[in-house]
DNA sequence: ACAAAAATGTGATGCAGGACACATAAAAAA
DNA sequence: TTTTTTATGTGTCCTGCATCACATTTTTGT
């Protein structure tokens, strides 16, 4: 198929939109594609990093194993690098990333990758931006969840998928009221109570796992107040 | 004096020592130095990213505001660039920098920076490094913090400060009580409680704001268990 | 050196939310 | 299908820690 040869590749990201035909032609030979299934573990933390992952369609998890519980620290959805972080910031990786949709990824050889930062420097300014912004993001979701209390980190990890993963108010939750809570920092039992409030509330329409939510305006309050 | 010109500095950061001479110049010409004194802003959440800072020589904490206390992200401490994230990841800073010792800063034009990194690999590979370190440091703090209780988290601050800035069991805390909290996600008064607490089970000795840690091993347990 | 302001210590109180226990429902395996 | 496992809901209890209140000490400004 042809959207298996990364010259027309519909994934690509900003940086690989950098490259020239040549280079294209190098990832092309240093680039193995592979699929993940729902649940599936794509890299552990503790383990040695070792390929930059590139997700070129699905939903990641990356989540931390912490003193007490699992942690979520953020869902990754393609097209997207993957754990640039971990692969260069140290040779172990410090999180988990797991596959919570069936996943589409491609493996590219760290060696390639750092090449064309060295020799690409519009390439290493976008990989660069990306990292800024996410690290913006993560001190974002780390000064919300330390100081909220659980009905704002609940209504936050919401909106957070509804705007950011599914970029709609009506949405599948993608995962296990237990993950829900990983994600906002609450235990299972918590999370169907909070949710059971938002639903009596009329903030959101709840169905099982298919949710809707009914005031955004009401909800964002709830988060920002904390 | 000679340690005023870029090329004699004595605190170059990995990335700076990839530039070769011609480059220094060009970043002579486009930085400029200055100090700020203990409890200065040197820049603020929400106001306009500007330049590149690099820090020479002192102690500066990284806050956020939350919504219910100032979050101290962490402290940096010189030579190193500070807040890289916030200007190239958004033209709005994210969070504040202030000065907790006094500082010596370079202000670099960040249009020299991006130059740098378009123009020498190295550089940018450098740079990208210490995001990636510096990224994978927050991922800690945030789930230590998120799932320690008090004890736990007041602990791993004395540790973080006592190895990270001090390399040294005995300093002097280079902030209030309240600041403390801020760092350690608790109040003022559980800060006290706990310091007590510590200095009753002679983990540690405390005059105010000297503090010696006399149980190391003790206290990283403290911090692990949470 | 003095007054004012800021930082610190300590007791009492209240409550958010985790832990446990159990019932029920849904999903997976047989 | 039936059985087993996993996910979810809901009540009760209990604790960690924030908050308030106030005393005391230290720092800062004049």
Redesign the interface.
């Known amino acids: 198929m042809l959207y298996e040869i990364c010259e027309y590749c519909h994934f690509k990201s900003a940086a690989v939109e950098t490259l020239d035909y040549d280079e294209l032609k190098e990832l092309e030979g240093n680039c193995f594609k592979t699929q993940f299934s729902k649940g599936d573990l794509i890299f552990k933390q503790d383990a040695l990093s070792s390929n930059i992952i590139f997700i070129r369609e699905g939903l990641v998890k990356i989540h931390?194993k912490?003193?007490?519980?699992e942690?979520i620290?953020k869902i990754n959805k393609g097209p997207t690098f993957l754990g640039?972080?971990?692969?260069?910031?140290?040779v172990i990786n410090?999180?988990s990333a797991t596959a919570i949709t069936s996943v589409n990824v491609c493996f590219i050889s760290t060696e390639t990758f750092?090449r064309f930062?060295?020799?690409?420097?519009?390439f290493?300014?976008e990989?660069?931006?990306d990292?800024?912004?996410?690290?913006?993001h993560?001190?974002?979701?780390?000064?919300?969840?330390?100081?909220?209390q659980g009905p704002?980190r609940l209504a936050e990890a919401l909106i957070y998928l509804a705007n950011d993963i599914f970029d709609s108010n009506s949405f599948v939750i993608p995962m296990t009221r237990h993950e829900l809570g990983d994600l906002a920092?609450c235990s299972r039992e918590s999370v169907s109570r909070l949710l059971n409030e938002l639903k009596k509330d009329n903030i959101i329409h709840l169905d099982g796992k298919k949710i809707t939510i009914l005031n955004e305006k009401l909800l964002s309050q709830i988060s920002?107040?904390?």
Chains 1, 2 share one sequence.
């Not at 912490?66 to 519980?69: A, I, T």
């Not at 974002?140 to 100081?147: A, D, G, I, R």
């Open positions: 931390i912490g003193p007490e519980r942690q620290i640039i972080p971990t692969t260069f910031g140290d410090h999180y750092r930062i060295y020799s690409n420097g519009k290493a300014y990989i660069l931006n990292l800024c912004k996410c690290e913006l993560t001190y974002k979701y780390c000064v919300n969840h330390l100081q909220k704002g920092c920002k107040r904390g």
